[in-house]
């Protein structure tokens, strides 16, 4: 059983810390949830957990090893993968080749990986051949989500992968993550959309000022008042 | 009829030939100042020193060559040095990284950082070059030099004006076509090349889908190292080898890949043969031209010559300034490979 877990962390960006002493923990097959307030440090946590910046104390543990000492490249190369907020693909190149360089690092066939990617989005398929920069945003996330998907990862990291999308789009994106949960990825997202993110999640944590603030499952933190008020609108 | 067709032979023979191949040997220099851009992300001052250095060991070889009596018989001994010329080329870029650039790459200094840096990596390789084969024009061009000579031209079609075609021209349009359609297959379709193509899109997610950046530069140099080599000694065997007119040489370039939107390789290109053109149409003089096509009472009698050749640089900086002005993007939208 591959899990990823974060103890203690603290780091933050020239010397300021944005998240201090966090606890995190992942696991695969299960879809785990960070909400909470702008600023709160979410994406700073996430970022935390790949190796993107240096950790001022605690350290990152996956599968019973140690890696906070890693470069994210090598990260991946153990089965974490990443989608970024912004900029998630290479605009200048099409869909196919935006997958192709998602499975860069494997030697075998990717040709099954992708037709994998085509089954769960079939929009992609059909528009295999154009350049990523020309598509929608829902499209660009989908696209985004499939490069990650390229290297078959354990555990899965989307910073806010319905940020900027359509209700709709918002619903079959949920959808999607759902369905890869179920072939044995642990997924773990921060989300704007707390609400339906904890719905589908299995376990969520509540960030504020950088620091952990509650922890559950999704229900439970649905249904707790002191949640309800502060971010999901009552 | 006649007097139209002569006037078309004095545009080839002056404008278009020429042109192509000037613009052939601007594309390639160009197409190296482009590869540096879109995944160093600095304007490399040095390319025409490079472009010289491979030149000078070609030419040195060249030499080496001839002493031994080995040659290619029509065909220029420079084609046989050339490949020489292209692994020193190779290292010389490789070496300048490892000891300037790549300091100031893991520094993550700014571009204007590394394109001054480029500018003392020129003056370092131009006087080795300088120390090596002094500052002398240097012909090197041997085997047949005319594929076609004028005067055989005028014989076989009976024409007042001849066509002549040299054979450093042809040659260096067959090169330039191999190595644009070499270099345009690796950026689509192998792994590598669209690996380079993605570093240079989102350099961040190109570290997050696992590509080695320091594999990918170690590419482009050996590109760039091709690129300006072959540039660098066409344009010697076309002309003459002269240390300081590649330093002359660099204004074009930079013009070329510019125009054509930078960091854009199939931009840099066109830019290549727009600024060719430019250059050699607003330069030449038109009056054989007119004197064919035009009845003689209107006859022109000056040179009909827009500027005198001395201002030719003159012209690849107004374009570049037009574009611009009009169109700060280039031609083609340029940043990414």
């Not at chain 1, 935006?98 to 994998?116: P, S, Y």
């Not at chain 2, 420079?78 to 020193?88: E, K, Q, R, S």
């Not at chain 2, 030099?145 to 075609?165: D, P, S």
Request: neutral net charge; proline residues 3%; contains cysteine.
């Amino acid at each position: 059983m591959n899990n990823l877990i974060g103890k203690n962390l603290t780091a933050g960006y020239g010397g300021v810390d944005i998240i201090k002493d966090i606890n995190l923990e992942v696991n695969e097959g299960e879809i785990v949830v960070i909400v909470g307030p702008n600023g709160a440090g979410k994406s700073t946590a996430m970022k935390a957990l790949l190796g993107m910046l240096s950790l001022t104390s605690g350290f990152v543990e996956y599968s019973n090893e140690e890696i906070s000492s890693m470069l994210p490249q090598n990260r991946i190369n153990l089965g974490l993968a990443f989608v970024p907020q912004t900029n998630n693909v290479f605009t200048g190149m099409t869909v196919e080749e935006n997958l192709e360089m998602g499975g860069f690092l494997r030697d075998d066939d990717i040709i099954h990986t992708i037709n994998d990617v085509y089954d769960l989005f079939p929009i992609l398929k059909e528009k295999r051949n154009q350049s990523a920069g020309e598509l929608s945003g829902g499209q660009r996330q989908q696209v985004a989500f499939g490069r990650a998907l390229m290297t078959q990862p354990k555990i899965l990291m989307l910073d806010e992968p319905t940020a900027g999308v359509s209700p709709i789009v918002m619903d079959e994106l949920f959808s999607r993550i759902i369905e890869v949960r179920k072939t044995g990825v642990g997924i773990l997202m921060v989300e704007q959309n707390a609400k339906q993110a904890l719905a589908i999640a299995d376990r969520g944590y509540v960030l504020v000022n950088g620091k952990n603030s509650r922890e559950g499952t999704g229900e439970e933190l649905l249904n707790n008042p002191e949640v309800r008020k502060s971010f999901l609108g009552g | 009829m006649i007097d139209f067709l002569n006037s078309i032979i004095v545009l080839l023979n002056f404008i278009i030939i020429p042109g192509i191949s000037y613009g052939s040997q601007l594309a390639l220099g160009a197409l190296g100042v482009t590869f540096v851009y879109a995944i160093l992300r600095f304007a490399n001052f040095a390319h025409g020193e490079i472009m010289s250095f491979g030149a000078m060991i070609t030419i040195l070889f060249t030499w080496f060559f001839q002493s031994q009596n080995i040659g290619l018989g029509i065909l220029p001994t420079a084609l046989l040095a050339l490949p020489i010329g292209i692994i020193a080329t190779i290292i010389l870029c490789i070496i300048s990284d490892k000891f300037v650039f790549q300091y100031y790459r893991y520094q993550k200094s700014v571009p204007v950082v590394l394109a001054m840096v480029s500018i003392g990596v020129m003056f370092v390789i131009n006087a080795i070059i300088r120390i090596i084969i002094g500052t002398e024009t240097i012909k090197f061009s041997d085997g047949q030099k005319f594929i076609m000579k004028a005067k055989q031209f005028k014989v076989m079609t009976g024409l007042n004006e001849g066509l002549a075609l040299k054979s450093s021209q042809v040659i260096t349009i067959l090169i330039t076509i191999l190595l644009l359609t070499f270099t345009f297959w690796f950026l689509q379709k192998t792994k590598t090349g669209k690996s380079m193509r993605a570093f240079s899109d989102n350099e961040d997610l190109a570290l997050l889908s696992g590509i080695n950046p320091d594999r990918v530069v170690f590419t482009t140099w050996i590109i760039v190292g091709v690129l300006a080599c072959v540039a660098g000694t066409l344009y010697g065997l076309d002309k003459s080898y002269k240390p300081i007119i590649y330093l002359n040489l660099v204004l074009p370039i930079f013009a070329s890949a510019i125009v054509g939107g930078i960091g854009s390789p199939f931009g840099a290109v066109v830019g290549g043969y727009v600024i060719a053109f430019s250059e050699i149409m607003v330069t030449y003089a038109y009056k054989k031209f007119f004197v064919y096509l035009l009845p003689s009472s209107i006859e022109p009698t000056g040179l009909v010559q827009l500027l005198s050749t001395d201002y030719k640089f003159a012209v690849s900086f107004s374009i570049l300034v037009i574009v611009l002005l009009i169109r700060p993007s280039g031609i083609f939208k340029g940043k990414v490979l």
